[in-house]
T-cell receptor, first 115, second 118 residues
Framework: GESVGLHLPTLSVQEGDNSIINCAYSNSASDYFIWYKQESGKGPQFIIDIRSNMDKRQGQRVTVLLNKTVKHLSLQIAATQPGDSAVYFCAENSAGGTSYGKLTFGQGTILTVHP | GAGVSQSPSNKVTEKGKDVELRCDPISGHTALYWYRQSLGQGLEFLIYFQGNSAPDKSGLPSDRFSAERTGGSVSTLTIQRTQQEDSAVYLC????????????????FGAGSRLTVL
């Protein structure tokens, strides 16, 4: 079946640096993508989302880029802080508006921010 | 409540026993989801409830797994005759589905119930 996956399982950065977390997807019918952050012992927390008719969306210190040509999604975190240390998951909804939160998640990238 | 509440937070059981996991969604959220997260893995969709519609059970791995949602609020995930491969964190999430589906994918997750089958 089709799935969402990540290029890098771990990423270590210094505090203040920018972080880029990548995700590849294979389902060309995917129309909605989401990034979640999961801290140890907690459930995933929504960060930012993007629809397939967009190629970039910005939030507070975060930017999501979507390249549909190569089926690639990335999350950029500006001025990374120790509190950003967590596992980051990308997820897709390929079923459209009828299946709402029935998401397919990637395996996750562990981000470690060193002070 | 302010967030999605799950209980128990940890459950250790013996192989072959039945377990029940409970989820209290955010008040007013019409959609409720169960996901499973195995060690070092991403989340795996199990089941989805939306209002009074029939639940989407397409992710349940076997007929040992079932879930119900009473009164459109609290949900219970039941695993019968547990097996060691059932060991995982079971995450519940809810969302507010507005007209046209906007916001439906913004799931708010609970902290999960960690199940260990010995």
């Amino acid at each position: 079946g089709e799935s969402v996956g990540l290029h890098l399982p771990t990423l270590s950065v210094q505090e203040g640096d920018n972080s880029i977390i990548n995700c590849a997807y294979s389902n060309s019918a995917s129309d909605y993508f989401i990034w979640y952050k999961q801290e140890s012992g907690k459930g995933p927390q929504f960060i930012i989302d993007i629809r397939s008719n967009m190629d970039k969306r910005q939030g507070q210190r975060v930017t999501v880029l979507l390249n549909k040509t190569v089926k690639h999604l990335s999350l950029q975190i500006a001025a990374t802080q120790p509190g950003d240390s967590a596992v980051y998951f990308c997820a897709e909804n390929s079923a459209g508006g009828t299946s709402y939160g029935k998401l397919t998640f990637g395996q996750g990238t562990i981000l470690t921010v060193h002070p | 409540g302010a967030g999605v509440s799950q209980s128990p937070s940890n459950k250790v059981t013996e192989k072959g026993k039945d377990v029940e996991l409970r989820c209290d969604p955010i008040s007013g959220h019409t959609a409720l989801y169960w996901y499973r997260q195995s060690l070092g893995q991403g989340l795996e969709f199990l089941i989805y409830f939306q209002g009074n519609s029939a639940p989407d059970k397409s992710g349940l791995p076997s007929d040992r797994f079932s879930a119900e949602r009473t009164g459109g609020s609290v949900s219970t995930l039941t695993i019968q005759r547990t097996q060691q491969e059932d060991s995982a964190v079971y995450l519940c999430a809810s969302s507010l589905v507005q007209q046209g589906g906007y916001g439906a994918n913004v799931l708010t997750f609970g902290a999960g119930s960690r199940l260990t089958v010995l």
